[in-house]
T-cell receptor, first 115, second 114 residues
Framework: KQEVTQIPAALSVPEGENLVLNCSFTDSAIYNLQWFRQDPGKGLTSLLLIQSSQREQTSGRLNASLDKSSGRSTLYIAASQPGDSATYLCAVRGEGSSNTGKLIFGQGTTLQVKP | DAGITQSPRHKVTETGTPVTLRCHQTENHRYMYWYRQDPGHGLRLIHYSYGVKDTDKGEVSDGYSVSRSKTEDFLLTLESATSSQTSVYFC?????????????FGPGTRLTVT
């Protein structure tokens, strides 16, 4: 059974710092991995999706990497801003669920960026 | 933002009453999902649909049923609500193709069962 873990559960950094959020998964047979952002009381916003054949994806100040064989992904946030404060979730789709799109989620890392 | 709406956005109901939550999309995506989010458990899949009238169970389907009679609507029904079903419910959609089933989420429904 696929399990997804995100460490740390919470992180507080000063504004301007570069930071890395970690996601690990137990079964390397994944179809893709998706990073989301969730603001308090809101829905999830998709940030980046990495296919299993890719090593990384970039969007603005965000860079996500994937090491499928070791079961790890990282989300790098450059020059953090207070507006980046949110909970970040990673989710994986197993190879067997390629025709349904079912996701398995980690429990998230809650980030606070202090001015 | 993907065109996904959920209704109602908040609901308080009593134990034993039936409840139906609605998810509506304007993207014409084939796949639709219902998740629940709880502290300590994260997001868990309840049911999903891979086409009109085609649905299947997720990880935590007991006590829930779904229906999809049109591409744009996916209904989640709690036949007899229990306090353990107090949660935030999210609908999501996805499509195959270039973006490889990237999922987009609705704003959520906060359900309280008293």
């Amino acid at each position: 059974k696929q399990e997804v873990t995100q460490i740390p559960a919470a992180l507080s950094v000063p504004e301007g710092e570069n930071l890395v959020l970690n996601c690990s998964f137990t079964d390397s047979a994944i179809y893709n991995l998706q990073w989301f952002r969730q603001d308090p009381g809101k829905g999830l916003t998709s940030l980046l999706l990495i296919q299993s054949s890719q090593r990384e994806q970039t969007s603005g100040r965000l860079n996500a990497s994937l090491d499928k064989s070791s079961g790890r992904s990282t989300l790098y946030i450059a020059a953090s801003q207070p507006g980046d404060s949110a909970t970040y979730l990673c989710a994986v789709r197993g190879e067997g669920s390629s025709n349904t799109g079912k996701l398995i989620f980690g429990q998230g890392t809650t980030l606070q960026v202090k001015p | 933002d993907a065109g996904i709406t959920q209704s109602p956005r908040h609901k308080v109901t009593e134990t034993g009453t039936p409840v139906t939550l609605r998810c509506h999309q304007t993207e014409n995506h084939r796949y639709m999902y219902w998740y629940r989010q709880d502290p300590g458990h994260g997001l868990r899949l309840i049911h999903y649909s891979y086409g009109v009238k085609d649905t299947d169970k997720g990880e935590v389907s007991d006590g829930y049923s779904v229906s999809r009679s049109k591409t744009e609507d996916f209904l989640l029904t709690l036949e007899s609500a229990t306090s353990s079903q107090t949660s935030v419910y999210f609908c999501a959609i996805s499509e195959s193709g270039r973006v490889g089933y990237e999922q987009y989420f609705g704003p959520g429904t906060r359900l309280t069962v008293t």
